[in-house]
């Protein structure tokens, strides 16, 4: 396990009931717990004893063998959002591999090529499992990593408690067909909760709620936004209001200059999600906020296969003839053949269209994609695209992953009812 001296300090400083993890070999287990979570004791479903579980942490070109040992009386499957894996790695039932029954074992092992900010939860009935715990962050070092006082995972989570204050598990179908099964708490959970005035900070801030979209407004720091679900930008962007739908990921690294504060200002609100108490005062870096180093990608040219794919269904939107709530190019469920058949290193373009009254965030697994912006430039690389209702993207990429990858929505509730799909490389 690498953990240098500042990290030592954070960790005994934010009392984190579950210490973050790296090094040669991890277990994972997921177990039924009584937790605190946002201010209360609640029954959930946790790893290795939390929510969330413990922060995983490797460098750049490390080896990552992971153990599942399932402690749950149901399936268990974890997925690595938004690390390149080889497919059998990738943790999806039907697709990769098969459910870990209870007291079973699975042992993951994977090359860590990119460095960035990624995050590991259940597959396997995602909409309640992720919503009952089952999810962490997962961290992968920079060989040379930027200096920065403070390395910090913010995780945005929102629960939704019944009149008695307990966890709801009504999983009422109705709100599968609107924009999914919002919390009513919400929270941003921080692996440290002290700071200077004066500190360099990196915020990884990652939004695993199953389908809450966050515009996240952050007071108190000045710096720049340097990656977008992993991915470094090539140019930082300023440190402005951010969306972040479920599964994506934003790192900032930003000097503080006075009480931090995350807040959520989604569609007109104006929540405190969570804060970080200012202590003492130094004196601030007088280096300028760095820009990443890339992680090696092929950057796509004319498209080998060029699709579209339609989001229909939910409240009030035309019907479909798929069989769920939802569906994708009149399709509820995976499909039995692909919606790309590729050969690897082929390229592909896929332009979706969300014919839909409700926000939808398209996860392709198993390889980063770039949004085209709408004079058909290269826009940032993503494993998630947040299409507004109406709206219509293109998403282009290099497919150099082989395997059978899915791409669905991360709206859980939506996934679960209808909008999922796949495409292989072969
Ligand atoms: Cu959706």
Redesign the pocket.
């Known amino acids: 396990m690498k953990v240098n001296r500042r990290q030592a300090l954070s960790l005994l400083a934010a009392c984190l009931a579950t210490p973050a993890l790296g090094g040669s070999r991890i277990t994972l287990r997921p177990e039924e717990i009584v937790t605190q979570v946002a201010g209360r004791r609640l029954p959930m479903l946790g790893f290795n004893g939390g929510v969330p579980g413990p922060d995983i942490r490797f460098r750049q070109g490390d080896t990552a063998q992971i153990r599942l040992d399932n402690g749950l009386n149901d399936g268990a499957l974890v997925h690595w959002h938004g690390l390149r894996v080889p497919n059998r790695m990738d943790g999806v039932n039907v697709l990769t591999q098969d459910v870990v029954i209870p007291g079973e074992r699975f042992d993951y092992r994977f090359d860590l090529a990119d460095a960035g900010t990624y995050w590991y939860h259940s597959h396997y009935l995602s909409y309640e499992q992720v919503s009952r715990g089952l999810f962490g962050a997962f961290i992968v070092e920079e060989r040379d990593p930027p200096a920065v006082d403070h390395d910090i995972t913010v995780q945005l989570f929102d629960l939704l408690l019944d009149a008695d204050g307990q966890y709801d598990d009504s999983f009422d179908p109705a709100r599968f067909a609107t924009e ?1 099964r919002l919390g009513n708490i919400k929270t941003a959970i921080l692996s440290r909760n002290s700071v200077q005035q004066g500190d360099r900070l990196r915020l990884r801030i990652i939004n695993p709620s199953i ?1 809450r979209i966050y515009r996240l407004s952050v007071t108190g720091l000045a710096g720049k936004i340097v990656a977008l679900d992993g991915m470094p930008l090539e140019v930082p962007q300023a440190l402005a209001p951010m969306a972040l739908a479920p599964s994506q990921r934003c790192d900032v690294i930003a000097d503080v200059t006075g009480p931090v504060a995350l807040r959520d200002t989604y569609d007109g609100a104006n929540d405190l999600l969570g804060h970080l108490t200012v202590t003492g005062t130094r004196s601030p870096s007088t280096a300028p906020i760095p820009t990443l180093p890339p992680n090696r990608m092929t950057r796509p040219g004319t498209p080998d296969h060029t699709t579209r794919l339609v ?1 229909q269904g ?1 409240a009030g939107a035309p019907a479909h003839r798929g069989t769920g709530t ?1 569906a994708l190019n009149d399709v509820s469920g995976l499909p039995s053949r692909p919606l790309i058949a590729a050969k690897r290193s082929q390229t592909m373009r896929i332009e979706i269209e969300n014919r ?1 009254g ?5 996860h392709l697994h198993g390889h980063h994609f770039h949004e085209l912006d709408t004079s058909g430039d290269l826009g940032p690389l993503r494993d998630s695209t947040l299409l507004a209702a109406g709206e219509t993207r293109a998403i282009t990429a290099v497919l150099d992953n082989p395997g059978a990858w899915m791409l669905h ?3 859980l ?3 679960a009812d209808g ?1 999922a799909t796949w495409l292989t490389v072969s």
């Not at 409700?358 to 398209?362: A, D, G, R, S």
């Open positions: 999914g389908d989001l939910g939802w839909t409700f926000p939808h965030v398209m929505c991360h709206m509730s939506h996934q909008m």
